[in-house]
């Protein structure tokens, strides 16, 4: 039997293993309604008054039923809570409504897709390093030092598909300062929860057994192709088949490409997709990982020719804090300009704001706008700009509840882009120069 085939099939035995118990968790899911629970509106409650906190208390009070959006995009699934990639963690983000799941695609030592973060974090991720595939790992412990797992390295190229679907996911984390191999693996954020990592363990996923099981939820698909060490691909495979390998997989599986988003921050990725899967090229993303506001006018308009159509950089480059508001960076007004079309990333990422967000310094996310947070109902308001001022048209989420939440009680227009009228009085609109 051909190896492709075989592994649909060991996906679909998968499915309906997964989903025999009780109720099928697919025909729940598809009846379209989403479960947010209180996170929305906990995050609404902590807002300070304004009228967007009116807005959306009112359709808080108002509103008995959440639809999915495709405005909200499950990040790894819904990994605030849930091991990320695994089918529990995509499962409860298509419950909150995500519209699309993002499988980000690795490789084997076999050749094989799975669904993994990056090529090397299986001990972060799995509990790889409690099971015999450990001694198979790139790099080992070193129990002469005091902190043996510093340097630790286990990574999809260092064993076969069979062996990786023989693995268990963990919430991601990991400290490199431990002595012990239980205090390395047991590192989770105190604004994340193990409740939901089980001695049953999480289920991990090939990309073949991600698509099968996002066809089912009735959801749609933003692969992302992660970047290998050329040394360390398997034999025959380069950098251009593995894009080409992923596109393949949603072609054998019968997925349209209006359905799928593919993602890439390796722009000789999208391109190939633009040249070579032109219907899949439409839709691919350039994950923009330069993380510079003053990107000129010229660079955007140039890959434009190239026929890129969105830009994905992340929530930090589109916007900055002026007089103690979030407004439109430089960056996102520019990619506007010049005809592109925006999704961000990660909403729910960054912990609390103000015993995380706001004593790192932004802790990433909201490095740019710091200065102007003062809650936890500034996270929504950080969507709000995104989307009426910048016209995003998705917004990746570690807990997809809350962008659903959003989407609904402002409408958002998912899948094209916001092309609202700015009639704000802003003065930082400077780009005269750029040309």
């Not at 906990?42 to 959440?66: F, G, I, N, P, Q």
């Not at 992660?226 to 080409?244: C, L």
């Not at 992340?314 to 079309?341: C, E, F, H, W």
Request: glycine share 6%.
């Amino acid at each position: 039997m051909h190896h492709s085939v075989r592994l649909l099939l060991s996906g679909a035995i998968f499915l309906l293993g997964f989903m025999a118990c009780g109720a099928a968790i697919a025909d729940e899911v598809l009846a379209g309604t989403a479960q947010l629970g209180p996170r929305p509106f906990y995050l609404v409650d902590e807002m300070d008054r304004s009228r967007l906190k009116r807005e959306l208390s009112a359709c808080a009070a108002d509103t008995r039923v959440y639809e999915a959006s495709d405005f909200s995009i499950g990040h790894r699934g819904a990994p605030m809570q849930f091991p990320e990639h695994t089918a529990e963690s995509y499962i409860a983000a298509a419950r909150m409504g995500a519209g699309i799941l993002e499988c980000d695609v690795s490789i084997t030592a076999d050749g094989e897709l799975v669904c993994r973060h990056a090529q090397c974090d299986l001990h972060t991720t799995t509990n790889i390093l409690e099971t015999p595939l450990a001694e198979k790992c790139s790099g080992q412990p070193d129990f002469s030092s005091p902190t043996p797992y510093k340097n630790v390295r286990c990574c999809t190229t260092d064993i076969t598909l069979e062996e990786f679907k023989s693995l268990t996911g963990k919430m991601d984390a990991a400290n490199g300062n431990a002595a012990t191999l239980d205090e390395y693996l047991n590192a989770t954020a105190d604004w994340r929860t193990d409740l939901y990592t089980t001695s049953n363990g999480a289920t991990l996923l090939s990309h073949a057994e991600s698509i099968e099981l996002f066809k089912s939820l009735g959801r749609k698909f933003t692969p992302e192709l992660k970047s290998v060490n050329p040394d360390e691909f398997p034999p025959g495979i380069d950098q251009s088949a593995y894009a080409r390998k992923l596109i393949r997989e949603y072609i054998d599986a019968g997925v349209p490409a209006r359905d799928v988003w593919a993602q890439s921050f390796n722009y000789e990725d999208v391109l190939l997709w633009i040249n070579e899967y032109p219907d899949f090229g439409e839709q691919a993303v350039f994950l923009d990982g330069r993380y510079d506001q003053d990107i000129p006018l010229r660079d955007f308009r140039e890959r434009k020719d190239d026929g890129l159509e969105i830009i994905a950089p992340p929530m930090q480059i589109l916007l900055t804090a002026r007089n103690g508001r979030i407004v439109p960076s430089k960056y996102a007004r520019r990619a506007k300009r010049a005809g592109l079309d925006i999704i961000s990333w990660t909403t729910e990422r960054s912990g609390r704001v103000r015993e995380e967000i706001i004593p790192a310094n932004g802790a990433f996310y909201y490095d740019t706008t710091v200065n102007a947070l003062a809650n936890d109902g500034d996270i929504l308001t950080q969507i709000d700009v995104l989307v009426q001022r910048v016209g995003i048209f998705g917004l990746f989420s570690d807990w997809p509840a809350t962008t659903t939440f959003y989407a609904n009680c402002k409408n958002v227009p998912a899948l094209r882009a916001m092309r609202g009228d700015d009639d704000d009085d802003d003065e930082d609109d400077d780009d005269r120069d750029d040309d």
